[in-house]
Structure formats: structure tokens, C-alpha cells
């Protein structure tokens, strides 16, 4: 294949790879952020970037993951510059199932997102990559370019402070039956 004929095929390989899991990479940048409009900026960044590196990529396969570590490394760099803090309400899109309890889960989102929020950039999304994307430690501590031993104690700081200002995370799946 030419030059040109590979270039056209990753373009047509990296469009699809974007209409599939672009809502995917949404939701995990949405548990980053906490804001709908920067969960999608981020997400936009990343794509743009592995469109960039597309000459770079031995495979397909590796867009995905790819962008996702380029989402992640773009989260840090965001945290790691001093800002005003922007506070847009976001949510996730969800989705009823007619024998759940829709207002249980609806009570348990909006308190997970709250406690969430007040939580520290780093510790928010060390749950993301340890909890959601359900990344081990070392994973998380290579994408978040840090050591296991900051993922450990990140999760740890994290956790006790869940525990402490959301202490109905810890019940609200056993007492309103709630399903995950």
C-alpha cells in the first residue's frame, strides 16, 4: 500500500474508532472533570492529539489507548496550573430501566457527584482510573506519570474523605436497593 492509500485507511480506521467510543471517553473525562462542557473539551483535545500521532501508531488498536492516556496527561496538566475554578452543573445521562428505583439512583448520583467534586483534582481522578476504568496501580500511576506509592495514599486520602462528607455512599445501595 502507498503511502497516501495507508494514510486514507487510517483516517477511515480513526473515524470509526471516534463515532464508537467517543461516548465512552466522554463518561470517563465527565468523572474527571465533573463538568459536561470540560469532559467534552478534554475529550476533543485527546482525539485531536492521537489524530496528530495517527502516522505514529503501529494499529488501530491503539487509539484508544492512545487518547485515553492523552486525556489523562491533559487532566494533569489542567490540575497542575492555577486557575479560578469554573463550577457549570454537569450530568450524566441516565439511563431508566422500568423496575429500578430511578429516584434511589438519581439521589445516589447526585451525591456521588458532590462528594466528588469536593475531593482534589488528583485524588478525583485516581478514583476515576482505580474505580471506573477499574486501572491497577501501576496503570494509574503510569498514566497520571506518578509513583504506585502516591496512587496508594492518593486512593487512601480519597476514600476516608468520601467516607466523610458522602458517609450515604457507604449505605445507599444496601438501604434503598439500589442496583449498580
Do not use: N
Request: proline letters at 2%; glycine letters at 4%; one cysteine or more.
Amino acid at each position: 500500500m502507498t503511502g497516501s492509500r495507508a494514510m486514507v485507511a487510517d483516517e477511515a480506521e480513526f473515524c470509526a474508532f471516534v463515532r464508537a467510543r467517543t461516548p465512552a471517553l466522554q463518561r470517563s473525562a465527565f468523572l474527571l472533570t465533573g463538568d459536561r462542557h470540560l469532559a467534552e473539551d478534554l475529550v476533543q483535545e485527546a482525539l485531536a492529539r492521537t489524530h496528530r500521532a495517527l502516522g505514529r501508531l503501529a494499529d488501530s488498536g491503539h487509539f484508544e489507548a492512545y487518547t485515553r492516556v492523552a486525556m489523562y496527561h491533559q487532566h494533569v496538566r489542567r490540575w497542575r496550573r492555577t486557575r479560578v475554578r469554573e463550577s457549570l452543573p454537569g450530568e450524566l445521562a441516565d439511563v431508566a430501566h422500568p423496575d429500578s428505583d430511578h429516584a434511589g439512583r438519581s439521589d445516589l448520583k447526585l451525591s456521588l457527584l458532590r462528594a466528588l467534586d469536593q475531593l482534589t483534582r488528583r485524588q478525583r481522578a485516581v478514583l476515576v482510573l482505580r474505580f471506573f476504568e477499574d486501572r491497577s496501580e501501576a496503570e494509574a500511576a503510569d498514566l497520571l506519570s506518578c509513583s504506585i506509592g502516591t496512587i496508594k495514599s492518593q486512593t487512601s486520602k480519597a476514600l476516608a474523605r468520601l467516607r466523610q462528607i458522602a458517609p450515604e455512599l457507604l449505605s445507599g445501595t444496601e438501604t434503598k436497593g439500589v442496583a449498580s
